[in-house]
Structure formats: structure tokens, C-alpha cells
């Protein structure tokens, strides 16, 4: 696992061997019309239309648009990212074993209150294709939120 400075310091005292997993999303694997493989959460989810560019950033991108889980259920940044992590180790399970044979960018973003948004967290992934990935992570410093995690499943 990758992260940076501020998701390192939240997660210092947390095992992250210890964290129940529980299956909370199911992951789809879909063809399009061109018979590229994408991978979505929702099964309502539809891409047959969208086709890979050379580099495979639509297939990417739609993933990572439509891959989107949203938690905000507390005013404690640590109360938000304890059910973050659970999901997060579950998909990555889910990734590891249902589909070994793609590579995937598995990412746990944090935000701090900031206004009137309190805390929350997004967990994302997407398919890696020909080595095009959305984030940087030879600089996740310079990541925009506040915290941040990757892993990399397969």
C-alpha cells in the first residue's frame, strides 16, 4: 500500500490485519460492444458504447467516474475512516480474488471538515491498461486531498 504523509499519520495506530471484512459492494465484470473488459459496482452500470483510446483512458475514466463510494457519516475524520477501510480491504479482496488476472488501482481518499462539509471519504478503482493510471503515485504528496491510499490489486 501507498500513502502519503497525513493518511500515514491517521493509520498509525490502526492494524489494518485486524479489519473485518465484510462484502458490502459485488463488483461486475462487463464487456463493451468492442469486447473490452471494464469492471463496475453498480450492475446497472452500462458501458457497452464506450470504447479504450490507444492509451485506455475512456474505459479508465468511466470506471473511475461510475466506481465512486461515498462516506460521510460522522463530524470525527476517524470515525469516517474506520467503515472506509472495511470497505476498502473488501473490495480489494473482492479485486484479488474474482479477477487475479487484471491489474487493478484501488484508491481511499480522505478529506478533513472543511466549511460546512463535514469529513468524508471516496474509495474508487479502476482497471490499470496499458500502464495509464489516474494518480500519479510517484507523487501522491501533491495528491489534492487531504489524505490519501492506494493500493495496487494483482
Same mark, same amino acid.
Given at each position: 500500500m501507498i500513502s502519503n504523509s497525513k493518511m500515514k499519520e491517521l493509520l498509525s495506530d490502526i492494524d489494518l490485519s485486524s479489519i473485518e471484512i465484510k462484502n458490502y459492494?459485488?463488483?461486475?465484470?462487463?464487456?463493451?460492444?468492442?469486447?473490452?473488459?471494464?469492471?463496475?459496482i453498480s450492475n446497472e452500470t452500462d458501458c457497452t458504447l464506450c470504447?479504450?483510446?490507444?492509451?485506455?483512458t475512456n474505459l479508465t475514466d468511466f470506471e473511475w467516474k461510475n466506481n465512486e463510494i461515498y462516506i460521510s457519516n460522522s463530524v470525527n475524520i476517524k470515525d469516517v475512516l474506520n467503515p472506509s477501510? *472495511?470497505?476498502?480491504?473488501? +473490495?480489494?479482496r473482492i479485486l484479488e480474488e474474482n479477477y487475479p488476472y487484471q491489474k487493478f488501482d484501488l484508491i481511499l481518499s480522505l478529506s478533513k471538515k472543511?466549511?460546512?462539509?463535514?469529513?468524508n471519504a471516496n474509495i474508487r478503482f479502476y482497471a490499470v491498461r496499458d500502464n495509464f493510471r489516474?494518480?500519479?503515485i510517484e507523487n501522491i504528496?501533491?495528491? *489534492?486531498?487531504?489524505?490519501? +491510499?492506494?493500493e495496487t490489486v494483482n
Open positions: 459492494y459485488s463488483i461486475f465484470e462487463r464487456e463493451n460492444s468492442e469486447n473490452e473488459k471494464y469492471w463496475v470504447s479504450t483510446s490507444s492509451v485506455g477501510l *472495511k470497505m476498502f480491504m473488501s +473490495l480489494k472543511e466549511d460546512d462539509i463535514p469529513p489516474m494518480i500519479d504528496e501533491n495528491y *489534492k486531498y487531504e489524505a490519501v +491510499l492506494i
